[in-house]
């Protein structure tokens, strides 16, 4: 079958026969045998893996690009993005390649493969095809058709890249396209409005790849945009990468460029590098069972240790109230690890599977090696400009956050800084970079500009060398802009810059010379760490975003780069610190000129920013002292100049200058000790001796030699009487010892310091002897030793001088050592203290005898450094000369001055310092042995030089320059105090400031200086924890004056309380010892305490404190100090505006506590701060205020977030609603100040303690247990703790336990059952009188029902009002989504959505709040409004005016000040400064807020008329949700802002405040969206509030503003109209419709034609003469035509006059004549006419409710009658016409009251006995009446409550009345 081959046509043209003939072809021996032109060489393109037995797949292709050429061509059946169905053949091309012969055919086909590139989801045969290529066999033709099945079966696979590469390109694009897709999600977050954690963007990632059964495991850095950081096993590589268009890497390595890829599969990574193929497998173990996301495990569905399918549920968990069932992917036997019930984190180990199959898991082994050492060369060059590049470019990297991790980051930086200022520093760098920007160029720039540039060049390098050769930036910017001149055409000119541009901006980068393109270098770096990290000093992480994301709208990307550099602070801290260092080192004068960014560094206050803020403190300081040459060189010259002219003498006098000096001179001075001149190095050792001992009476000094020569100096002191051991130690030693010390002394902090008050006799003075050497080094000292400890013996045997041995020794005790030794030495490069500890200490115990029986006290070791201050090792003879740490680089004589010993209830560790001047000290209080230490505070102590001052102006201006420059130092030192570990644990903190000098002035003038400075910096104070700060001063009234030894002590242990109290130093005639007298009027708390008294350690109130600040809120027993504070505020403010001088009453504020008894009832206790046993605080307190002088009771509760952290339990619980009860029941405000953190949890400890468990395998526990059960001695004592069921089990009798009950209350359900109870007392409260909540730290869960049910809320700044806290949510959601608890429940979420009506800064403020709202509020229910006479006058006008454009309506309440007329106030509706607005954020096209009316206290509610923006918060929960801004249009009802109006109405009502209301409504906004948000019920709940409200509503429609539709219906007094009214401005309108709705309606087209018939006469014209008959039909057409064209003309304005008629019908006067508003009133007056209106209204109220409760009978209208006529009677008929006048009405109400209070009656108060008296006569005869038979027994009840004189009367008249006729009815 088939066709014969002699006939297709091809062939016979192949053997030379005619193409369609059919004659025989002898393929065998061929007529014309066909001659070969080359060779070709087919191959098969297929979709086949060949390292899996070429097993075929589908998928899609990304990339096909095949290059034909005229050798090579191919054909394919699919194209780029497209792909292969599972039911195609595999092969999908098809390629050829010619040749002349075959191996040329082969080397083409070779090339072409190489070069064809696919990529797809699919695996290619193109790799192996290449392999088979260049096999030998095939290039040998040496193959046969089983050779490739023999390749297969011996494994051959295509030729692979190196492992190592593989190894590092997979982990490259693992970790960067998981950086990337983070980064992505990051900034998608942020366009949408998400705050997620920073963590998202960090930028190492830790690969691990498995091949061939080796894991690799690499950690990946992106340490640039286009660089990776690779480590592994303790090798590193840095690689270069960037990113292809088509999802590449394109990865330079080792000295090569790859282009690579990868695809990742289910189980595996493909990565293709080049054209070869690598595939990693993913770390996949079938035996571990993980939990896919978090949740709870409800059960499992195989049993434990059952077998179980692939594919097969063998457990069931609970993932957000959704059931998801867990599947095997192996056949094998399921064994438990976690048991039903248990909660599951992401990926947790639910069970294990024991595999049917083991050998299918193969475990990898972990790669041990490293990565190859590069061979190939550097991307980066070598030369200096290059390095400089290189290192710049890594500090901006950083600078961005592409920090590497430690260990290696640390030691790169430095690298990187290091290389950096070497580079940058040079003077070749701008020639090298100039020299490659110029060769560059060449040949695009004129010959002459290039020549003459390099001649610059080449003279700037001859003279690189020079100190005085520049960088000729100008010379060769003048050379390019002369040339530039020369060009005519504007072409050649720009053409010429453009290529001369590198040059000019180098030019400009060197214009200022290498300096100062260093500064700008190094500036630019500092301003960018400032840029950055000054976003983030705004508040918690989440507002700073929410603020980034305002800042860079329509730049998320730049938003992202700023949170991921702020993500790595840490390691940009390291870097910023070692710049300024290295500037220091190397350039400190560049600190000055590079001050003012340095300065702004300090200002960061941000605990991550402390470091680089506190290195920035430190430098300034520095900068600003003098440098140590300079100090030098001044010291130097005082020296010489004192020195006589013959260099043998100084004058002594002319040192005072340097003992008195106020800069540092101890680094200085040291260095003359070893002057080439002897006279200088004795005025050195005298300088130091009498410096260091300023304090003491130095009363003897002696210069002498040593046999070498060495100078030393002899000297005696006395110890002043203010010295601790002054008194005589031996009395002190047997006092001691008679009494007991209750703990252990750790170390003396003094010399021997016994706190003790000895006052039985006088005690002379003691004296110290001293002497003091200085050697070069120890071993010239120790042979010398013997000789200077004989200067002793020699002193105290006269040898040299009787007076340096003075008499007074004599009387000290013998076994009292008395001698000092002070060794200066030079150790030069030695720098570890504890080498030089312990050299000094091995010789002191070797010459230990010698130093006691010379009666040597002390041995201090100055260690010399040059430029550098001496380090002090003291050694002392009480501690077997030991070294004393307290005094370690102390100078010890200093001690007595810094006061030391009166730390001695510390344990001190010398802290490091920044400034010398100062010593800071951190302290552990001493406790007894195995006790924890609670008490940590830093002491920072300095001494201030000067000499005297001698005017009362040089005195001033000394004290406030230097005492404010000191304080600062002090807290710059404490600052950088606060890296310590124990910082955070530190609190009453001290500063103690010791000025030298005399100061003449008024101490009271230094008190009021030290005020306004500690004021200046008290937020900073308080932040550092500085409770105390003490000054101590020598004060002298005028310059002949004895100085007076002052102390002020500064102290503010809560916050917001500034005391100052002030001491003279007053020596004790008893003692003999120096106490403290108050120098003011005010007695101090330190009056008559002892100088040398220790700091006491903290009691159990600071402790509290200290608790309650670390949770950022007050001490609860610190509010009512709060509220008094405050209370004395309002007064001073009140009395300041009101022009009196009444001041705040002393009992300004008295509160009495408020507990439970027994019985669990309230009773008022006065006890002691803290003694509280329970989380709950509640007191009775009574404000004496301005509006009520004489006192108002409120009833206040508050958590204690220090006992159990605030929450609440059962007690808590009773306390909390039996004084909200006590609130109710007298009818007071009720103030709740809110710190908790929700029901309380608790378990059972008694039982946790004892409890047991009874395990499946007690050898196996992790298979699971049974139950727990107790022992029955356990059940025993837990008595009534446990429900338990008796068993025996395992061979012992056991109690089962069922119920756990615990012995305490408060541990369960009995708290929420509690937590019930108060909440519904609170909204019980909120109905019955004024609740008032101020939320400070936190409120969690009932805490913030509580809070909410109380509705009036103030939320002090970061403190959450939240449900759930965030740790919880992110753990319920898996993956960490909220970053903080301010994120769910802040001012940002609370304020904004209505929760919160107002915000507060702190605690301090937040109660300055609530005492305002108070002072709106009357002082119990049912009380008047408390109204203050205004200083705003009534009777002024309303200065602003509403206008027709939008807007602001808070102008028109509150006032503005005046546009047009500076420093002037434009005037509003109420008294200046009295609007209070709340709920501002929410709803904000209703204003609503607090107001007062000629001090009328007022509910206020406007209209927004401008249009406002709602913001509705992405959820980050919720990864589809975005921020939306929503406009809402200006005077219209949403359904929000209705509820906000209705909101406020049921408030103003429960404080029974009159309530104004400015409606400019045009109605409801009801679209579908606001009607499905239930505008419609939230209305409704308008007109609910106003029918219950009982006291004056007035409705107010203001100038242009307008009230339409269902706005007016929902306020019309017909509502209410007991006690609404409604009044209309002049220029308002009111109406169904607008004006235009109402024309469309009811005015339509044809309504206006007839309009225009009847008034235009052009148009009643045009119609007549259409009317006239005889017309034709053209003439017709034409006054038609002109009718139409009058119609047109004419609309538009008919129209306006159609809307001006609709309009007339909704003027105020047709308001008033349909009777629907009271009356219609002028703007300019309406602040007059409604204050006299409402303050009519609220005294007829009082008149009313007066009456009413005489006869309760009465209706409103019989009783407004009644009032009328007493107002007739009492003014007179002639004046009934005022009935009408609410200025007279009010007038005479007022009268009536003043009449009342003065005369005790009045003519109201007699008619409303008379009508209390008819009623109870009505009432009496009614019940007569009705019960006859008690007539008699109530006529003898009634006569024996009779007098004499009333039971005559009776008697009299019964007998004149007529007998009743007993036939009458």
């Not at 939990?291 to 240790?305: E, H, N, R, Y």
């Not at 720098?831 to 006691?852: G, R």
């Not at 918060?1513 to 929503?1526: L, Q, R």
């Not at 609404?1620 to 309606?1641: F, N, Q």
């Amino acid at each position: 079958m088939g066709i014969p081959l002699n006939r297709i046509k091809d062939i016979r043209t192949f053997y030379g026969e005619s193409p369609f003939g059919h004659s025989q072809i002898d393929f065998e021996n061929p007529t014309n045998p066909p001659v070969p032109k080359g060779a070709v060489i087919a191959a098969r393109i297929t979709s086949e893996n060949p390292d899996e037995g070429f097993k075929p797949s589908s998928g899609t292709v990304q990339e096909l690009n095949f290059r034909s050429n005229k050798n090579v061509w191919g054909y394919f059946s699919v194209s780029a993005s497209g792909g292969l169905h599972e039911f195609a053949d595999s092969q999908f091309g098809h390629c050829f390649s010619f040749g002349e012969d075959r191996e040329e055919a082969r080397e083409s086909m070779v090339v072409a493969l190489k070069e064809l590139s696919i990529r797809g989801d699919f695996r290619t045969t193109v790799e192996y095809l290449i392999k088979l290529l260049e096999t030998d066999n095939f290039q040998d033709n040496e193959f046969d058709t089983g050779w490739l099945d023999k390749l297969i079966a011996e494994k051959q696979t295509a030729e692979k890249p190196d492992t190592m590469l593989g190894v590092i390109v997979g982990s490259l694009h693992v970790a960067d396209t998981s950086i990337h897709n983070n980064f992505s999600e990051y900034q998608t977050s942020l366009e949408r409005g998400q705050v997620l954690s920073s963590n998202t963007l960090d930028n190492t990632r830790e690969v691990e790849l498995i091949q061939e059964g080796v894991k690799y495991v690499t950690k990946v850095t992106r340490q640039g945009p286009n660089a990776y950081f690779l480590s592994t096993n303790d090798s590193c590589i840095d690689i270069e990468v960037h990113h292809l268009t088509d999802g590449g890497l394109l990865i330079s390595y080792d000295g090569s460029c790859h282009t690579t890829y990868m695809k990742e599969q289910v189980d595996s990574y493909r990565i293709t590098i080049g054209n070869q193929t690598c595939v990693f497998e993913k770390e996949n173990d079938p035996t571990i069972l993980r939990s896919p996301s978090a949740g709870k495990l409800i059960q499992f569905t195989v049993d434990d240790g059952g077998h179980c399918f692939a594919g097969q549920p063998y457990a069931e968990i609970e993932v957000m109230k959704m059931v998801m069932s867990l599947r095997a992917n192996e056949d094998g036997c399921v064994h438990y690890v976690k048991r039903g019930g248990a909660v599951l984190d992401q990926g947790s180990i639910v069970a294990k599977l024991e595999l049917d199959d083991p050998s299918r898991v193969q475990r990898a082994q972990m790669y041990t090696g490293q990565f190859p050492a590069p061979q190939g060369p550097s991307v980066h060059g070598s030369k200096l400009h290059q390095v400089f590049q290189k290192a710049k470019e890594a500090l901006d990297n950083i600078m961005n956050g592409y920090c590497l991790p430690e260990p290696y980051f640390e030691e790169k930086c430095e690298e990187y800084v290091q290389m950096f200022m070497k580079s940058v520093r040079n003077p070749a760098l701008p020639l090298l970079e100039m020299q490659e920007m110029v060769s560059s160029i060449v040949g695009r720039v004129p010959s002459d500009v290039e020549k003459h540039i390099k001649k610059l060049l080449n003279q700037y390098n001859s003279n690189i060398t020079s100190v005085l050769c520049q960088f000729p930036s100008q010379q060769i910017a003048n050379v390019i802009d002369k040339h530039a001149a020369t060009l005519a055409k504007k072409a050649d000119r720009d053409a010429f810059f453009l290529h001369t541009q590198g040059i000019i901006q180098l030019v400009q980068r060197y214009r200022n010379g290498i300096r100062g393109h260093m500064k700008s270098v190094i500036h630019d770096l500092l301003l960018q760490y400032l840029t950055i990290e000054k976003v983030f000093q705004q508040g918690p992480y989440d507002k700073c975003i929410t603020a980034l994301i305002d800042q860079q709208k329509g730049d998320m990307m730049t938003a992202v780069q700023y949170v991921f550099s702020h993500y790595h602070v840490k390691e940009k801290n390291i870097l910023v610190v070692m710049l300024i260092d290295q500037l220091c080192k190397k350039e400190p004068g560049l600190i000055d000129e590079l001050s003012q960014v340095i300065g702004e560094l300090t200002s960061l206050n941000k605990q991550d920013n402390s470091k680089v803020s506190l290195r920035a403190r430190q430098v300034l300081i520095a900068a600003h002292q003098p440098s140590y040459e300079v100090r030098h060189n001044q010291v130097e010259s005082i020296f010489l100049n004192a020195i006589d002219m013959y260099g043998h003498q100084f004058c002594p006098d002319s040192l005072k200058k340097v003992i008195m000096s106020e800069t540092a001179v101890f680094d200085v001075l040291p260095s003359f000790f070893y002057h080439s001149n002897e006279v200088i190095r004795r005025a050195a050792l005298e300088v130091y001796v009498r410096r260091a001992y300023i304090a003491y009476e130095v009363n003897g000094l002696q210069h002498a030699s040593l046999t070498s020569g060495c100078c030393v100096l002899q000297f005696q002191f006395m110890l002043p009487s203010s010295h601790p051991n002054s008194i005589n130690s031996l009395k002190i030693k047997r006092l001691a010892k008679s009494r007991p010390n209750p703990m252990t002394r750790v170390a003396s902090l003094s010399e021997d310091i016994v706190d003790l008050d000895v006052n039985d006799v006088k005690l002379p003075p003691c004296q110290r002897m001293g002497v003091m050497c200085a050697f070069e080094t120890m071993q010239e000292f120790e042979p010398k030793f013997q000789e200077v400890i004989a200067m002793f013996m020699a002193m105290k045997q006269g040898r040299f001088g009787e007076d340096l041995y003075d008499s007074h020794i004599e009387n000290c005790p013998s076994d009292e050592p008395i001698h000092i030794l002070n060794i200066a030495l030079n150790v030069v490069g030695e720098k570890d203290d504890k080498i030089l500890s312990d050299k000094f200490y091995k010789f002191c115990q070797e010459k230990a005898d010698i130093l006691i029986s010379n009666d040597v006290r002390r041995i201090t070791f100055i260690c010399l450094q040059k430029r550098e201050f001496p380090k002090f090792f003291t050694y002392r003879a009480r501690l077997d000369f030991g070294e004393d740490p307290i005094y370690r680089h102390l100078e010890p004589a200093l001690a007595f001055q810094l006061e030391i010993n009166r730390m001695r209830n510390f344990d001190l560790v010398a802290m490091d310092k920044a400034s010398h001047r100062m010593h800071l000290y951190l302290g552990s209080a001493k406790v007894e042995e195995g006790r924890e230490v609670t008490d940590y505070r830093f002491f920072v102590r300095a001494i201030i030089r000067h000499s005297d001052m001698v005017t009362k102006e040089a005195s001033f201006e000394y004290l406030k320059n230097e005492g404010e420059r000191m304080l600062l130092e002090a807290l710059d030192e404490l600052e950088l105090a606060f890296s310590h570990p124990n910082s955070k644990r530190t609190d009453c903190n001290h500063i103690f400031l010791n000025f030298v000098p005399s100061v003449i002035m008024d101490p009271m003038k230094i008190e009021e200086s030290m005020r306004s400075m500690v004021l200046r910096y008290g937020s900073r104070l308080w932040k550092l924890r500085v409770l105390q700060a003490e000054l101590r001063f020598n004060v002298k009234k005028n310059s002949n004056s004895t100085p007076i030894a002052m102390r002020f002590f500064i102290t503010n242990e809560s916050g917001y309380n500034l005391d100052i109290s002030s001491y003279r130093e007053v020596t004790d005639m008893a003692s003999s010892m120096i106490k403290f007298v108050s120098a003011g009027p005010r007695q101090g708390p330190l009056h008559g305490r002892m100088l040398n008294m220790s700091y006491m350690t903290k009691d159990h109130l600071q402790l509290k404190r200290y608790n309650a600040s670390k949770f950022n809120t007050t001490y609860v027993y610190d509010y009512p100090d709060m509220f008094k504070k405050n209370l004395v505020s309002m007064w001073n403010k009140h009395s300041k505006l009101s022009g009196s001088k009444e001041e705040a009453p002393e009992d300004v504020i008295t509160c009495s506590e408020l507990v439970l008894d027994a019985n669990g009832q309230i009773i008022t206790m006065n006890r002691m701060h803290g003694e509280n046993t329970i989380g709950m605080v509640a007191w009775k307190m009574t404000f004496k205020t301005p509006e009520y002088p004489d006192g108002r009771d409120v009833v206040c509760i508050a958590n204690d977030i220090t006992h159990q952290i605030g929450s609440f339990g059962p007690q808590e619980d009773n306390l909390f609603e039996r004084a909200s009860e006590l609130a109710r029941a007298q009818g007071i405000p009720r103030i709740y100040l809110s710190a908790n953190s929700g029901a309380r949890i608790g378990l059972a400890e008694e039982v946790k303690q004892l409890f047991k468990v009874s395990w499946d395998d007690p050898s196996a526990p992790e298979k699971g247990f049974k139950y727990l059960y107790l022992t029955p001695e356990d059940y025993k004592k837990l008595d009534g703790s446990v429900h338990a069921v008796h068993m025996e089990d395992e061979g012992e009798s056991r109690y089962k336990i069922t119920d756990i009950i615990g012995q305490e209350d408060g541990i369960g359900v009995e708290n929420l059952r509690g937590s019930g109870m108060i909440a519904g007392g609170t909204s019980r409260a909120y109905e019955e009188v004024i609740t008032l909540n101020m939320v400070t730290c936190r409120a969690v869960g009932i805490g913030s029902y509580v809070v909410r049910l109380g509705q009036r809320i103030i939320q002090v700044e970061n403190s959450p009002i939240i449900l759930t806290g965030n740790q919880a949510l992110n753990k319920v959601l898996g993956r960490d989504v909220y970053t903080s608890n301010n994120q769910l429940g802040g001012i940002q979420i609370m304020h904004n959505n209505g929760v919160s009506h107002a915000v507060a800064r702190d605690d301090f403020h937040g109660v300055y709040t609530l005492l305002k709202w108070l002072s709106y509020m009357p002082k119990h229910k049912g009380a008047s409004v408390p109204v203050v006479p205004s200083i705003d006058v009534v009777e002024r006008d309303v200065q602003f005016v509403p206008t027709k454009t939008p807007y602001d309506p808070r102008h028109m309440l509150a006032g503005r000040p005046h546009p047009d007329i500076a420093n002037e106030w434009q005037s509003g509706f109420f008294d200046k400064d009295s609007f209070m607005e709340i709920m501002q954020p929410w709803a904000q096209t209703v204003v609503v807020g607090r107001a007062k009316l000629g001090g009328i206290p007022m509910g206020v509610i406007a209209v927004e008329t401008r249009t406002v923006n709602l913001d509705i918060p992405a959820d980050p929960g919720n990864p589809d949700t975005e921020s939306k801004v929503i406009a809402q249009a200006g005077m219209v009802w949403f359904p929000d802002s209705a509820f906000k109006t209705a909101q406020a109405i049921k408030d103003f009502n429960r404080e029974e405040l009159p309530l104004i209301i400015f409606a400019n409504w045009r109605g409801f906004s009801g679209g579908m969206k606001d009607m499905y948000e239930q505008v419609l019920k939230y209305g409704s709940y308008i007109v609910d509030a106003l029918v219950e409200y009982k006291q004056p509503v007035m409705v107010y429609i203001p100038p242009n503003g307008e009230l339409r539709g269902g706005s007016w219906v929902v306020i019309d007094p017909t509502i209410n109209p007991e006690h609404m009214e409604m009044y209309a401005d002049v220029d308002s309108r009111g109406g169904v419709l607008e004006p235009e709705g109402t024309v469309e309606i009811k005015f339509k087209r044809r309504d206006l034609l007839k309009a225009m018939r009847r008034i235009d006469p052009n148009y009643q014209e045009l119609e007549k003469s259409l009317q006239v008959k005889g017309l034709i039909d053209k003439e017709k057409n034409e006054i038609k035509s002109k009718l139409r064209e009058r119609e047109e003309l004419l609309l538009p304005i008919y129209h306006q006059v159609a809307v001006n008629f609709a309009d007339l019908h909704d003027t105020a006067g047709r308001m008033q004549e349909k009777g629907v508003i009271s009356e219609s009133l002028h703007w300019k007056n309406s602040r007059k006419f409604f204050y006299w209106r409402v303050r009519r209204l609220l005294l007829e109220y009082k008149v009313c409710a007066l009456i009413r409760k005489a006869n309760d009978t009465l209706s409103n209208v019989e009783i407004k009658f009644m009032l009328r006529r007493w107002f007739v009677d009492d003014q007179g008929a002639p004046k009934a016409y005022l009935w009408d006048n609410n200025q007279a009405v009010s007038e005479w109400l007022l009268d009536q009251e003043r009449q009342q209070v003065t005369k005790g009656h009045s003519s109201i108060l007699d008619n409303v006995q008379s009508v209390r008296r008819d009623q109870l006569i009505l009432q009496i005869r009614k019940l007569v009446n009705e019960n006859p038979e008690v007539v008699m027994d109530s006529v003898v009840h009634m006569t024996q409550k009779m007098t004499p004189s009333q039971k005559a009367e009776i008697i009299k008249v019964l007998s004149t009345e007529k007998p009743v006729d007993s036939d009458s009815n």
